[in-house]
């Protein structure tokens, strides 16, 4: 049988990893600075990650949420601890859209209303609800076309403020703490503060998709704890689980749960909890946070004025070099050449660098020189 072919892959085949480091069939080594779409937190097969969850294996698997699973609460106790929600509640999933489509339905639960507005540029999953809030029309399939999600131009304060004023509908805003596939767009703190204020007066209900920016990846645990605001629902995947299959969202002390509100199958299994609290516990002890920041800040001050880099957005690890010109040709040459994976973007011309948090500065320098030497080229 062959494979439904979506995806235009690179070729590379990668055989064994380690931290920032993979080699394929052939033992040929390359440095990962994407980490599989922001998934990698902390380092390839981490021996902590590695442990808890061969242990809990060795343990048990798998239960669904029919009997007690401890570890969920102490996978919600680590999170209170490093996010600093403390009187959130967690629910867990198992994949980005999915956190979304729980954080949706819970806006509209909760307020009765139907309209959420998204932004330019956004990417919130592929699965009903969630790509009906992502701004790409390829992607949407009829069935999944909604009246019920309004687009406003990504950072307009004004767009916002006007779109409160005439629909009175609107169940919730959702916004990425950084737009990633859109190009590592940062939100603007006025404009964070504005959904902040504008969903407390008019009963709607403010979603940070926190899926690729999250669980430390901008130097802190949350992007938007850089902007100041509280968001009403987090959702949390990628980074969370370092390749394990586990999301979730973090949902304020405002909404009132109820049996079979929502639900999965999978969510919050044993595994998942143990890869979770992995990352959790790496985080913390390896200081992660602050490595984030201070290689993302060494990574940037390296490439400041280079050839053929027009702008360089970023916060911690979350890194978009726009070049002159489409990086595609760039990309391929950092993997034949010199063995490096970097990332892309909607926007063509942006290269999307997303390492593991424990990334090293000698890692980054190889990247820096190789991606200069690139450039000085064109
Ligand atoms: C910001 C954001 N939200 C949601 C998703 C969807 O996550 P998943 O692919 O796990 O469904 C992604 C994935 O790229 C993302 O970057």
């Not at 929600?85 to 819970?106: H, M, P, Q, R």
């Amino acid at each position: 049988m062959k494979l439904f072919d979506v995806y235009p892959l690179i070729d590379v085949t990668p055989a064994k990893a380690e931290g920032s480091y993979f080699w394929d069939e052939n033992g040929t080594e390359y440095l990962d600075l994407y980490g599989g779409h922001a998934v990698i937190s902390i380092g390839h097969s981490h021996p902590t990650y590695v442990k808890y969850i061969t242990e809990q294996l060795n343990n048990i698997g798998f239960y669904s949420n029919y009997v007690k699973i401890p570890i969920q609460n102490q996978v919600a106790e680590q999170l209170t601890k490093l996010s600093g929600y403390d009187d959130y509640t967690l629910f867990l999933c198992n994949s980005g859209a999915e956190a979304n489509e729980n954080a949706i339905k819970l806006a509209s639960f909760h307020t009765g209303k139907k309209k959420i507005i998204y932004f330019s540029g956004a990417f919130h999953g592929r699965t009903a609800a969630a790509v009906a809030c992502t701004d790409n029309p390829k992607i949407v399939a009829p069935v999944n076309q909604s009246e019920n999600f309004v687009k406003l131009p990504f950072n307009d304060l004004e767009a916002l403020e006007n779109e409160f004023k005439t629909n009175p509908d609107i169940a919730g805003v959702i916004v990425e703490g950084i737009q990633g596939v859109g190009g590592v767009q940062i939100p603007t703190t006025a404009f964070l503060q504005k959904i902040q204020e504008l969903c407390n007066e008019n009963n709607a209900v403010f979603i940070a998709d926190e899926i690729q920016s999250g669980f430390g990846r901008s130097g802190k645990f949350f992007a938007h704890q850089h902007a100041g605001v509280t968001p009403d629902i987090i959702s949390m995947a990628k980074g969370m689980g370092n390749g394990f299959p586990v999301a979730g969202i973090l949902i304020s002390p405002k909404f009132k749960a109820s049996y079979g509100l929502l639900g999965t199958t999978f969510g919050g299994n044993f595994l998942a909890c143990a890869a979770t609290k992995a990352v959790l516990d790496v985080i913390e002890k390896e200081n992660l946070l602050q490595n984030a920041q201070e290689v993302g800040d060494y990574l940037v001050s390296l490439l400041q004025n280079q050839k053929n880099i027009k702008e360089i957005r970023y916060q911690g690890l979350m890194i978009g070099i726009d070049l002159a010109f489409p990086c595609n040709e760039v990309r391929t040459r950092l993997v034949k050449e010199y063995k490096m994976l970097t990332g892309n973007a909607s926007t063509p011309n942006t290269l999307r660098v997303l390492p593991a948090l424990n990334v090293k500065k000698e890692d980054v320098k190889k990247f820096a020189d190789a991606l200069i030497q690139i450039l000085n080229e064109y």
